[in-house]
């Protein structure tokens, strides 16, 4: 029986301000709260109250068979308790219909995992903590940020004890085989290891409003026939995207929530088809194969790899300097400047610093709260000067 399994991304990062050489000493406020309470509520009235809204009334219509599971990112949780709490709510009455799974992370959406593997884990033990917090739950499944992987993220993932791993069903890694199986991370025993089935994933997250297409527009009908087509060909069909694909990326005029609201009873109606999260899928699921993936891994622009993060000097100098500075912050015992320095650890800091060009250029241009990759590198650095100059003023340096 072939599974559906839907996993969203929820993730908000804490955007810096234009942070200048002469706040340094000065001003020692570096989030924008403005911008970060603004973006939230501009997102949240049109992805998330009413995508799980619509969730909630899809659980409602089709009972316990409707599955579906979310990574909330710790500092999205944070934003939500300070500038949205009906948001909070509203994700607080999915987890209380026992039909999401809320997968674990690190807290900071962080690449903590690139210069210290013991933060790395901490930081899990962080966000999962929130997770107990606000909704009860204790996560069994893995995703890291922006589902990087490699052997030595699943063999953490499985000392910690998680019974799931999730990633990007990269050509260039699984190359003959289907994304459609469970495999055994190549250095593990007992996990297991998803993979986005990235066609179907993004049809929906990227070419569903595109006129352009060929297959524009998509209709549910459509969708589930292409679904069906793979019956017998696989044992889980992971579809995995960014949560805000829904009414912010996607357009509500779009159709994508119409489209959403039809699918679930059309998975549930044709024969075989069943919904599953990810730990239900790893248990069900023996593995087809071993996977061995001894470099890095991603679900973000063409190449698939980290360098939408580590692509350039700009990026490199500001990871290495945010680095250095663990072991004086981690000294100071002040659990506030912990706080902050994990934050600055948030992907997106450095995704802002990315100068690639074309498509994928683009897309980090439209993310960005900057004018330029340069402008990201330098507030950025400013911040970190002034946040370096507080750590040792904290030590009596």
């Known amino acids: 029986m072939p599974s559906v399994c839907f996993y969203f991304q929820v993730h908000q990062p804490y955007r810096l301000r234009h ?42 219509r089709c009972g316990k068979d409707f599955r579906f599971s979310f990574s909330l990112s710790g500092v999205f949780i944070d934003q939500m308790v300070q500038f949205a709490p009906d948001v909070l709510e509203s994700f607080q009455k999915l987890a209380d219909t026992g039909c999401a799974e809320f997968l674990s992370e690190t807290y900071a959406h962080s690449l903590s995992f690139l210069f210290d593997m013991e933060e790395f884990k901490e930081q899990i033990d962080v966000h999962d903590a929130l997770v107990k917090k606000h909704f ?13 992987y490699n052997n030595d993220i699943a063999k953490a993932a499985e000392e910690k004890g998680f019974k799931a791993i999730l990633t990007e069903g990269a050509d260039h890694v699984i190359n003959w085989r289907s994304p459609n199986f469970v495999y055994q991370p190549g250095n593990c025993r007992r996990i297991r290891l998803l993979l986005k089935n990235y066609r179907l994933s993004d049809d929906i997250a990227f070419r569903f409003s595109n006129r352009a297409w060929e297959e524009y527009p998509l209709s549910a009908e459509k ?51 069943c919904f599953a999260t990810p730990t239900e899928v790893a248990e069900r699921c023996s593995p087809m194969a071993r996977l061995d993936v001894p470099h890095f891994i991603s679900w973000a622009d063409a190449e698939r790899d980290l360098t939408a993060w580590r692509g350039n000097d700009l990026q490199d100098d500001a990871m290495e300097s945010i680095a250095r500075l663990e072991a004086d912050v981690k000294r100071t015992g002040d659990e506030g400047l912990l706080r902050t320095w994990r934050r600055l650890t948030t992907s997106d800091h450095f995704y802002y610093m990315c100068t690639k060009f074309f498509s994928d250029g683009d897309v980090h241009k439209y993310f960005s709260p900057y004018d330029s990759p340069y402008d990201a590198y330098i507030f950025y650095m400013n911040v970190l000067a002034d946040f370096e100059q507080t750590v040792k003023q904290r030590l009596g340096r």
């Open 136 to 148: 009860g739950l204790t996560p069994t499944a893995f995703r890291n940020t922006e589902l990087i």
């Open 223 to 273: 969708y589930m026939s292409w679904l069906a087509s793979l019956n017998g060909q696989g044992e889980t069909i992971n579809l995995f995207m960014d949560y805000e694909t829904f009414g912010e990326h996607q357009w509500e005029e779009s159709g994508i929530f119409d489209f959403m609201d039809a699918l679930p009873e059309l998975v549930l109606k044709t024969p075989d088809f």
């Open 19 to 60: 942070y200048s050489f002469f706040d340094i000493g000065h001003n020692h406020m570096y989030e924008d709260d403005d911008a970060n309470r603004s973006i939230m509520l501009k997102v949240a009235k049109k992805c998330y109250l009413p995508m799980n809204d619509l969730l909630l009334r899809l659980v409602k």
